[in-house]
């Protein structure tokens, strides 16, 4: 099993920032891929940014070129940089992992979730 700890979610002003980060513990060498998703108050969950395990990178055309998502040394560890956020930005995003090389829509492993508010 694995455990998924997100952190680094908060208040901020519009055309700020925040770095998310997603920790992985337990069996974390089952996992390959590792993304994050959001979920706004009645919308449906979306799948913010991914990255396989070769490193390759996936983006919502609503955050390209505004949020970037790496990978940390440790295995098991991927950031979100935000910038330029907006207020429809503002949902709860959860880390998610996967034994899959690509993360999908439905994955194995999902965080509690960070809050991310953007005021405007």
């Known amino acids: 099993q694995v455990q998924l700890v997100e952190s680094g979610g908060g208040l901020v002003q519009a055309g700020g920032s925040l770095r998310l980060s997603c920790a992985a513990s337990?069996?974390?060498?089952?996992?390959?891929?590792m993304g994050w998703f959001r979920q706004a108050p009645g919308q449906e969950r979306e799948l913010v940014a991914s990255?396989?395990?070769?490193?390759?990178?996936d983006y919502a055309d609503s955050v390209k070129g505004r949020f970037t998502i790496s990978k940390g040394v440790a295995k098991g560890t991927v950031y979100l940089q935000m910038n330029s956020l907006k207020a429809e930005d503002t949902a709860v995003y959860y880390c998610?992992?996967?034994?899959?090389?690509?993360?999908?829509?439905?994955?194995?492993?999902r965080g509690q979730g960070t809050q991310v508010t953007v005021s405007s």
């Open positions: 990255v396989t395990s070769g490193g390759s990178t």
């Open positions: 337990g069996s974390i060498f089952t996992i390959n891929s």
């Open positions: 998610a992992a996967d034994p899959s090389p690509v993360i999908k829509d439905v994955t194995r492993y």
